[in-house]
């Protein structure tokens, strides 16, 4: 069985652009999950969507949205870069809302210059 | 709300020797505790779980841990390191009846050498 898929793996953005990132969950997996890693913040909860619908939000401003679609896969996206954003963008699938444990994909790493 | 507490960010440890890693964590409500694992420029990866029933949990690679409720505690043991064993690892928990978000420790950089 796949994985969690996160794609691209790498991305170099500039100051003001916009960008999407992707994520497909394991297969039979509904409920995805978004969290940014910094060096000095860790790990922080972005958004959770189940059934097309977020159900969670974390608190980062609103250049941060997500969206999931039918087949569970979803994409977030960063609009009007900041510096700050330079992170590692992590998706993780579970089996459903409440259900279980979560399964991580290997990141995006994004840099914005 | 959930916080968690890793009591240190870096552990040093030879080979063959036995390691814990700390984690508390406080809430106002029941949680699910879990240890995740990260090595250089990857995701994370589940090493153990606590959902219910035994309070001592075995995961992968020869790691177990102890979910101790009246200490709010979940710290990660491994009887014997291995070099490949070095990496970081996080704490997390996510509460009861609020979906997939989990929250995380600040992380415990484990470092095995020969």
């Known amino acids: 069985k796949a994985g969690v898929t996160q794609t691209p793996r790498y991305l170099i953005k500039t100051r003001g652009q916009q960008v999407t990132l992707s994520c497909s969950p394991i297969?039979?997996?509904?409920?995805v999950s978004w969290y940014q890693q910094t060096p000095g913040q860790g790990l922080q909860f972005l958004f959770e969507?189940?059934?097309?619908?977020?159900?969670n939000k974390g608190n980062f401003p609103g250049r941060f949205s997500g969206r999931q679609f039918s087949n569970s896969r979803s994409e977030m996206n960063v609009s009007t870069l900041e510096l700050g954003d330079s992170a590692l963008y992590l998706c993780?699938?579970?089996?459903?809302?409440?259900?279980?444990?979560?399964?991580f994909g290997q990141g995006t790493r994004l840099t914005v210059v | 709300a959930q916080s968690v507490t890793q009591l240190d960010s870096q552990v040093p440890v030879f080979e063959e020797a036995p390691v814990e890693l700390r984690c508390n964590y406080s809430?106002?409500?029941?949680?699910?505790l879990f240890w995740y694992v990260q090595y250089p420029n990857q995701g994370l990866q589940l090493l153990l779980k606590?959902?219910?029933?035994?309070?001592l949990v075995k995961g992968i690679n020869g790691f177990e841990a102890e979910f101790n409720k009246s200490q709010t505690s979940f710290h990660l043991r491994k009887p014997s390191v291995h070099i490949s064993d070095t990496a970081e690892y996080f704490c997390?928990?996510?509460?009861?009846?609020?979906?997939?978000?989990?929250?995380f420790g600040q992380g415990t950089e484990l470092s095995v050498k020969p």
């Open positions: 993780a699938s579970s089996l459903e809302f409440r259900g279980g444990e979560a399964f």
């Open positions: 297969s039979g997996h509904r409920s």
């Open positions: 969507y189940f059934s097309e619908t977020q159900r």
């Open positions: 809430s106002s409500v029941s949680v699910y």
């Open positions: 606590y959902l219910s029933g035994s309070t």
């Open positions: 997390a928990v996510r509460g009861y009846n609020q979906g997939g978000k989990l929250i």
